[in-house]
Every structure is written in C-alpha cells, then in structure tokens.
C-alpha cells in the first residue's frame, strides 16, 4: 500500500498539499522552509504501530495532517487530541515503512565509539542473517514441490528466488570497487584486495555506513511495496553515490515508494527530474484554505455511509444508553461527515427515542470541516433541538473541538468571549483552547494578542503550548 497525497494543516502559517507518485517523490526547498518536518510528520503518521506509542510532539507545530492511502483510505492525526481516525469504520490499513536519517552520531551506551549508524548495522546484519536463513527455506521448498516440473523450471524458481540479493550483492561490490573492497555476505564484513584482515561494518567511512544501510533496508523488504523516507540522503555520499542512489534502490526492490528530501540536485538530474517538487509548489497561505480537500474528495465518495450507521444500529443491543453507547464508537470511527448527514443522524436518534448525550455532539463536531457548520451543530445544545440542556452542557471539550474548526485568531477569541459571557453555558477557555489557536496565529500582534487573553483568563501554559509558541516566534 502507498501513500497517495499528504495535507497538513498550519504549518508556521502555512498549508501544504502534496501529491505522491507511487514510485519517486523529491521535495526541495531552502533550509528551515519545512521540508524535513513534513517527512518526520508524515512518517510517524503512518507507523505501523499503537497511537500510544507514537512521539505526538512531532504533530505540535500543526493542526492536523492528513494522509490518502490507496483504496481511498484517509487517515487523519489531530495534533491537540492526540487521536488518530480513518475515513472508514473499522480502518485497517498495513505500511511497510522506515525512515532513515543520516548523520552520524555518536549513540549514548556504554562504547563511546558506538554511532547510531553502527547501532542499525548491528541490526541489520541480524535481519540479513534471518532473511538468508528465509532464503533457504524457500529453495528448500522450491525443491521439494510439483514432481512434474522439470529441473530447469525449479532452478529458474530458485534463481528468481535469489535474484533480489544478487543485485543487492553486486551493487555494493560495484560502490566500493573504488576503494577495492568487497562484501562477504556470510561473514557479513568487507574484504580488501592486499589486505588479510577483514574490514568490519563499523570501520566503513560514513557514507559507506549509509549506502549500506539504505540498501539493506531495501533487500530486507523482499520486494515487497514499501514506503522509504530519507532526509538529505545526500550528506556523506560521494557525488557518483548521489547519482545512481534512485536508480539502485528501484532495482532491489521496483515496488518501493521513495519520498525524499535534498539539497543536492545531483539526487535526481539523472532521470528523476519531473519527480522533484519545490515546496513551493505545495504550500498555500492559511486563510486561502478552509477545508482539506483530500477529507472533500473523500467525503462524496464514501456516500452511504450513513445509511450503513442506521442500519448497523438496528442490531444494537441493551438499553437506551447502551445503544447510543454504540452509536457514539461508531461514528467515531468515521474521519467526516457533511452538515447534513450529522443532522440525518441525530433525527434518526430523535425517531429512535435515543437522546443524544455531549460526546454526540463532541464527535459530530469534530467531524465536519468547516466553523460554520460545527458553530450551527454547537447551538443545538443550547437550543435543546434534541436533547435538555439540563442533562446536556457543553464542556471544555465540546469548546476545544469546536475552537479547531475556526479559521482565524480573531474568529476563535470572538467566540470565547461569547461563550464565557453567555450565562447558561458558564463555559471558559483552557490552555488546550489558547493552544489551538497559538497553532493558527499568523502574526505577531495575534500571538500577543492570545498572551493577553490567556492572562487575563489566568490560564496557565503548558508543555505543548509553549512548544508551538517557541516554534512561532
């Protein structure tokens, strides 16, 4: 599976929308445009791991990014909720992915001498003892298949089995020709023509460190599709390294996904250059977009969804509670819908007898993509249209979710105000709802601005806040 286009929302005041190619995708950029924060963004976005395991400081200097998988799978990551949602119900999704840095330092263990280099070659070599092993066993079974097939066909089978490593093999020997070095893949070391004792992996040069490095990473996957990310590949390799990196990564393994950042146009002049894009390209002031159009695109397409929910609902269980229990986890599961199909849902509540309680509203709220729509959604409460608001009161959490749908500083601070005066609420800002904002301020007098009202609120700063406010200045 690929990644087909990214959207972050409110990056230093910018949004950034990027189409991917399925093979080859290069963003250049002057230094501190952004370049490496997308791709560590983008890359902890789509980890093959539990949410609670991921690093959601990465996510503090955005709103929210957003990322279309193929099979029109979108999943997006909210930077203050710390939450992770699909387009989908039930959104099952598998990336193989690994993003390499390359600078070279040194690890903090008990060997000074250890780099964080030598540490992933420690690694590596123990995955390329385990893929050979693999390697084996498939020729093994190779041999031991259809009787009726010739010995040419299964020693064809075994040569397409052994083809990946081949390449891998003669490419590396082809890199450190220069130097007269060659790889001992049983051995897992180098040796050098003249010279008797072999050169161990962590007596490479930097750069040799990490060509070897890339290169395993992609062997290791077994030309299975695979998301590559590299910031500045480029630091370390020699100029003819830089050249032919594209081209050697694609022959390992054809079905990976490159996503690169660089400096060093040498990356893809050779081939590549149609798959470079300038940041530039992809960038917009804030306040030009107000809705994410991948979440659009996505929406139309994924009509009927609603009607899925009522259905699904039937077959709900237990008491009233219980069912909207049930209700609320479901549509939870889903990234957006439209003003509309939140208020489809919440009449088939009313039809149903079921009276929806504030984590309703919260999600539904935080479903739609637009301020206007979720500010229309937020006054129902108050409004009493489907529920009493002396069961249900918006809380914090309903004003942080609707603070996230507003556009501007100024919009956002004019709803506060509205909301702390407004006697039936008794309802104020916390530092998560000065710290959606900070992520939305453009200016300095806004940043101000927001100093001044969480002063005068007598909000305290937390870790987060003051994160985004060291990016902002």
Not at 15 to 43: A, H, M, P, R, Y
Not at 187 to 210: A, D, V
Not at 308 to 335: C, P
Request: hydrophobic letters at 35%; aromatic letters at 10%; one cysteine or more.
């Amino acid at each position: 599976m690929y990644i087909r286009k990214i959207e972050i929302k409110n990056l230093w005041g910018n949004n950034f929308s990027w189409e991917l190619n399925e093979d080859v995708n290069i963003l250049i950029g002057k230094n501190g445009s952004g370049k490496s924060t997308i791709l560590q963004i983008l890359n902890e976005a789509v980890l093959p791991i539990e949410d609670s395991k991921l690093n959601f400081r990465l996510f503090d200097p955005i709103d929210e990014i957003i990322i279309a998988l193929e099979n029109d799978i979108v999943i997006r990551v909210d930077s203050e909720s710390r939450s992770i949602t699909g387009n989908r119900e039930s959104t099952n999704y598998t990336l193989n992915t690994s993003f390499i840095n390359t600078f070279d330092v040194v690890e903090k263990s008990l060997d000074p001498t250890l780099t964080l280099l030598d540490y992933q070659l420690d690694q590596l070599k123990l995955e390329f003892v385990t893929y050979q092993r693999d390697l084996s066993n498939q020729v093994e079974e190779a041999f031991q298949g259809n009787d009726t097939e010739t010995r040419l066909h299964k020693l064809a089978k075994i040569e397409a089995i052994y083809e990946p490593k081949k390449i891998f093999i003669d490419i590396i020997n082809e890199l450190f020709s220069h130097t007269d070095k060659k790889f001992d893949e049983k051995e897992f070391h180098f040796i050098k023509t003249g010279i008797q004792t072999p050169i161990l992996p962590k007596n490479l040069s930097s750069g040799e460190k990490q060509i070897l490095i890339i290169l395993l990473k992609i062997l290791l996957q077994d030309r299975k599709e695979y998301i590559l990310s590299m910031d500045e590949p480029e630091i370390s390799l020699h100029i003819d390294w830089q050249r032919s990196l594209i081209k050697h990564i694609r022959q390992i393994n054809p079905n990976c996904q490159i996503i690169i950042t660089t400096h060093s146009p040498t990356i893809f002049y050779q081939g590549w250059i149609e798959k470079a894009t300038r940041i530039e390209e992809i960038q917009s002031p804030v306040n030009l977009v107000t809705e994410n159009t991948t979440i659009i695109e996505k929406t139309i397409q994924s009509e009927g969804r609603v009607q899925k929910i009522k259905s699904d609902f039937r077959n709900f269980s237990g008491s009233g509670f219980a069912k909207l229990y049930q209700f609320n986890r479901q549509i939870n599961a889903y990234t957006s819908f439209t003003k509309d199909e939140c208020l489809e849902l919440l009449n088939f509540l009313q039809e149903n007898q079921i009276y929806p309680d504030v984590i309703t509203f919260i999600t539904i709220i935080s479903k739609l993509n637009n301020y206007p729509d979720a500010k229309y959604i937020f006054d129902l409460i108050e409004a009493e249209t489907y529920t009493k608001l002396s069961h249900v009161k918006p809380n914090d959490i309903t004003l942080n979710t609707l603070i996230k749908k507003v556009k501007k500083v100024e919009e956002g601070l004019e709803l506060i105000q509205n909301i702390s005066n407004n006697e039936n609420l008794q309802l104020y800002p916390d530092i998560i709802t000065f710290s959606t904002l900070l992520g939305k301020a453009e200016k300095t007098d806004e940043i101000n601005l927001l100093e001044e009202m969480r002063e005068y609120y007598k909000v305290k700063p937390n870790d987060i806040y003051l994160n985004k406010l060291k990016f902002k200045k």
